[in-house]
């Protein structure tokens, strides 16, 4: 007899180990499931950060490239207005040939997949609004700006034109760095 009671506690002992093994067993592999699928998202999210991240360096680059072109091609036209006729036809081949450089149809194709790489973070739960700095229409709004301002601009000053320039470099460092920021706040949330 002495030995059912005793069989009987260890029976009774082992059931409720293998019940608590079986509970860390189960919590163990709700937990390795949960990292396992946190693991899978973020691969996704961190390609649409990195996607969208580089569109946005190839929109603010184009716009950089194409206030280039404008601002020098702009104040060589001025600088030669007055010029022998020979001077003015080889300054507008300059500028003819540079122009062949510019592509608005690549600044709109770079315009368009920042957009869509943005919509995707959005999608993904990555971003609720889009931060200024990173809207392409407040970029096209700042860049028109601009070339409104290059048309009426008066050449004649090197002190005016580089403080133009320098307002301009003002503006899309503020831009580049306003997107750096947002981009890796987005990043270390992941």
Same mark, same amino acid.
């Given at each position: 007899?002495?030995?059912?009671?005793?069989?009987?506690?260890?029976?009774?002992?082992?059931?409720?180990?293998?019940?608590?093994?079986?509970?860390?067993?189960?919590?163990?592999?709700?937990?390795?499931?949960?990292?396992?699928?946190?693991?899978?998202?973020?691969?996704?999210?961190?390609?649409?950060?990195?996607?969208?991240?580089?569109?946005?360096?190839?929109?603010?680059?184009?716009?950089?490239?194409?206030?280039?072109?404008?601002?020098?091609?702009?104040?060589?036209?001025?600088?030669?207005?007055?010029?022998?006729?020979?001077?003015?036809?080889?300054?507008?081949?300059?500028?003819?040939?540079?122009?062949?450089?510019?592509?608005?149809?690549?600044?709109?194709?770079?315009?368009?997949?920042?957009?869509?790489?943005?919509?995707?973070?959005? &999608?993904?739960?990555?971003?609720?609004?889009?931060?200024?700095?990173?809207?392409?229409?407040?970029?096209?709004?700042?860049?028109?700006?601009?070339?409104?301002?290059?048309?009426?601009?008066?050449?004649?000053?090197?002190?005016?034109?580089?403080?133009?320039?320098?307002?301009?470099?003002?503006?899309?460092?503020?831009?580049?760095?306003?997107?750096?920021?947002?981009?890796?706040?987005? &990043?270390?949330?992941?």
């Amino acid at each position: 007899m002495k030995f059912e009671f005793l069989n009987t506690e260890i029976v009774a002992l082992v059931n409720f180990v293998a019940a608590l093994f079986t509970i860390a067993a189960a919590v163990i592999a709700l937990i390795t499931l949960l990292s396992w699928k946190k693991q899978q998202l973020l691969g996704p999210k961190l390609n649409a950060v990195l996607e969208a991240e580089d569109c946005y360096y190839l929109v603010v680059q184009g716009y950089m490239q194409n206030f280039s072109f404008f601002f020098h091609s702009s104040k060589l036209a001025f600088e030669t207005r007055n010029a022998p006729k020979e001077t003015r036809a080889e300054a507008n081949d300059v500028i003819s040939r540079e122009s062949e450089k510019l592509n608005f149809e690549k600044q709109a194709l770079h315009d368009s997949n920042f957009q869509l790489a943005v919509l995707r973070m959005q &999608r993904l739960g990555l971003i609720a609004e889009i931060d200024k700095s990173m809207d392409t229409k407040h970029l096209t709004e700042i860049f028109e700006g601009y070339l409104e301002r290059i048309q009426k601009h008066d050449y004649s000053d090197e002190d005016s034109n580089n403080d133009f320039l320098s307002s301009f470099a003002h503006e899309i460092c503020w831009i580049q760095d306003s997107g750096k920021q947002a981009f890796k706040t987005i &990043r270390d949330s992941l």
